[in-house]
Nanobody, 119 residues
Framework: QVQLVESGGGLVRAGGSLRLSCTAS????????IAWFRQPPGKEREFVARIYSTGISTAYSDSVKGRFTISRDNTKNTGYLQMHSLKPEDTAVYYC????????????WGQGTQVTVSS
C-alpha cells in the first residue's frame, strides 16, 4: 500500500508559478497511475491531470490545459504538477492520488496541499 505526501503549495500572485510534488512510499511507485485533483473553497473536488505509470500518456482538465504540466520521476518515487500562469480560480487544496489500475477510481490519496492565488 502506497502512502502519498504532497508539498510545494503556498501563496502566489496571479500570473505566477508553483511546482507541487507528490512523494510516495510503501509501494512500487512506478506501477501506479498518478493524478492530481483539487478542491476549491466551497466546491466539489475536481480532476486536474493524470499520468500513467510509464509517464508517456497524460491528460488534463480543460481549465488547466496549456498552463499545467504533470510529470513523474520514478527513480525518486515522486510525481509533479508544474503550474504556470496561475489564476485566482486555481485557488484550492491540491491532492495527489494513485491507483494500480489503468482506469477507474483512485485508491490512495495524500493529505493535500493548499494553493492560494491572489489577484
Amino acid at each position: 500500500q502506497v502512502q502519498l505526501v504532497e508539498s510545494g503549495g503556498g501563496l502566489v500572485r496571479a500570473g505566477g508559478s508553483l511546482r507541487l510534488s507528490c512523494t510516495a512510499s510503501g509501494g512500487t511507485f512506478s506501477g501506479y497511475r498518478i493524478a492530481w485533483f483539487r478542491q476549491p473553497p466551497g466546491k466539489e473536488r475536481e480532476f486536474v491531470a493524470r499520468i500513467y505509470s510509464t509517464g508517456i500518456s497524460t491528460a488534463y482538465s480543460d481549465s488547466v490545459k496549456g498552463r499545467f504540466t504533470i510529470s513523474r520521476d520514478n527513480t525518486k518515487n515522486t510525481g509533479y504538477l508544474q503550474m504556470h500562469s496561475l489564476k485566482p480560480e486555481d485557488t484550492a487544496v491540491y491532492y495527489c492520488a494513485a491507483s494500480l489500475r489503468t482506469w477507474g477510481d483512485y485508491d490512495y490519496w495524500g493529505q493535500g496541499t493548499q494553493v492560494t492565488v491572489s489577484s
